[in-house]
């Protein structure tokens, strides 16, 4: 495994020197959330330290400061995603209120009873209750696209699901299934029928080198925690004319123009989406992060997930054979770092809790995928998930404690 220096990239991040009751932290739930490098910690200290004041607003010079800190934050994650120009980027909490400020400003002026969106069995919750919202409030009517039982997008029937659609929300990457999907292609067909579309970029981004303008896509979003950046800010990625044309989302702050006792005036794209004060230094974290994953170089990210699912498949199947099923493509090529996985006759949180006894931590639960669970027929899987800062010895370490577990529910 040699696409990452591993051992080098554990010691930017402070929390994987813990030990817990006497183990090395073995934190292998980044699907959930990543954990952050020093150089995120020292870049938003920075800013509280030296330069903190609210942003766009004061004329004094660490109000300029943090204003074109901010600001910057926003070029680095347009640049990161290939966006055409900086615009394009609207700072929001996170990917679930970029689906919702979609839903709530481009759908809610665009579709009417009758109108169809199409989704996948395998979404998050964050792109499946926006559009139930929706559909419940105005009938839209909601199409899914099934999965094969190579747990992939079945596309056999996309042309009749698209028929007549007027938007496809699809996630790029699977949270549970680790499954890529061919967002490019998934892009064309919906074009081709006059579709619009919104990617849910949230396992995507932080692992694959995105290129927003090689999808074609209409809307993407995706958040800073997972990767590598802090909590509360997130990023919704939009075509600049689709931004001008739809309606304001929250009201108050920033996204004004002017305002006038009979009415207002909307700022520009993107200040327009913004509302009140903003998570300024979350966002300079998140510029922070990008930079870091930007040295490492997002192919070498990449590579080593590949290397590393691979190691991770072939030592579960070695080591426990029929007995541990995984919910997943097995070809690493089409999948990203989400293990999910359950031993026949064992739930999935009492392996979760054997684990942390090894401080090994990994995920246990529906994983906001619900839809998908019932699917695949489970309440619930166990899913280890990767990142930069884990190597092989941390995988060894899981299959470890799994043995354990195993060995402590005497299957
Ligand atoms: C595929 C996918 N979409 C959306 C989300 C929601 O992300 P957030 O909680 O940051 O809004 C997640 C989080 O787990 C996810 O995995």
């Known amino acids: 495994m040699g696409a990452l220096d591993v051992a080098t990239i554990k010691r930017d991040f402070p929390i994987l020197a813990r030990e817990i009751k006497g183990k090395r932290l073995v934190y292998l739930d980044s699907a959930s959330s990543s954990q952050k490098p020093q150089a995120v910690l020292d870049a938003m200290d920075e800013c509280y330290r030296n330069y903190y004041a609210n942003i766009h607003r004061g004329v004094y010079t660490i109000a300029e400061q943090a204003t074109a800190a901010y600001e910057e934050a926003r070029r680095k994650v347009a640049r990161f995603v290939n966006a055409r120009e900086t615009a394009e980027v609207v700072f929001v909490r996170n990917a679930t209120e970029a689906v919702n400020l979609v839903a709530y400003t481009w759908a809610r002026a665009n579709l009417r009873s009758g109108d169809a969106i199409v989704l996948s ?3 998050h919750h964050a792109n499946v209750v926006p559009w139930q919202m929706l559909a419940a409030e105005r009938g839209v009517e909601l199409r899914w696209i099934p999965l094969t039982a190579g747990y992939r997008l079945d596309t056999s029937g996309l042309d009749r699901l698209l028929d007549g659609a007027k938007l496809l929300a699809i996630s790029a990457m699977s949270n549970v ?36 303008r090689a999808w074609d896509a209409d809307f993407v979003a995706f958040s800073a925690h997972k990767m590598l950046g802090p909590s509360g800010i997130g990023a919704l990625w939009a075509r600049r004319d689709l931004l001008e044309e739809m309606p304001c ?32 230094v979350e966002a300079i974290g998140f510029g922070a992060a990008i930079d870091y994953l930007t040295a490492i170089g997002m192919d070498a990210v990449r590579d080593h997930e590949r290397e590393l699912t691979r190691y991770t498949l072939d030592a579960l199947a070695d080591r426990f ?12 090529d089409g999948r990203g770092g989400a293990v999910s996985f359950l031993f026949e006759g064992i739930h999935a949180h009492d392996i979760s809790q054997v684990l942390d006894e090894d401080a090994v931590c990994v995920r246990a639960g529906h994983h906001c995928a619900k839809p998908l669970m019932r699917q695949l027929g489970v309440p619930a899987t166990s899913r280890a998930s990767f990142y930069v800062y884990n190597d092989a010895a941390d995988v060894d370490a899981l299959v470890e404690a799994l043995a354990k577990a195993q060995k402590f529910f005497e299957i």
């Not at 499954?179 to 694959?208: E, F, K, R, W």
């Not at 054979?321 to 690493?332: E, F, K, N, Q, S």
Request: aromatic share 8%.
């Open 321 to 332: 054979g029929a007995d541990l099923h995984v919910y997943g493509p097995h070809d690493v």
């Open 121 to 123: 069995h395998m979404e």
């Open 249 to 280: 989302f929250l009201g108050g702050g920033e996204m004004i123009r002017d305002v006038r006792l009979d009415g207002f005036t909307p700022n520009d794209v993107p200040w327009k989406f913004e509302a009140g004060t903003m998570p300024i």
């Open 177 to 212: 299934l680790g499954t890529i999907n061919d967002v490019a292609a998934l892009t064309s067909a919906a074009h081709a029928g006059g579709a619009h579309v919104l990617v849910d970029a949230c396992q995507y981004v932080p692992h694959v080198a995105t290129d927003v």
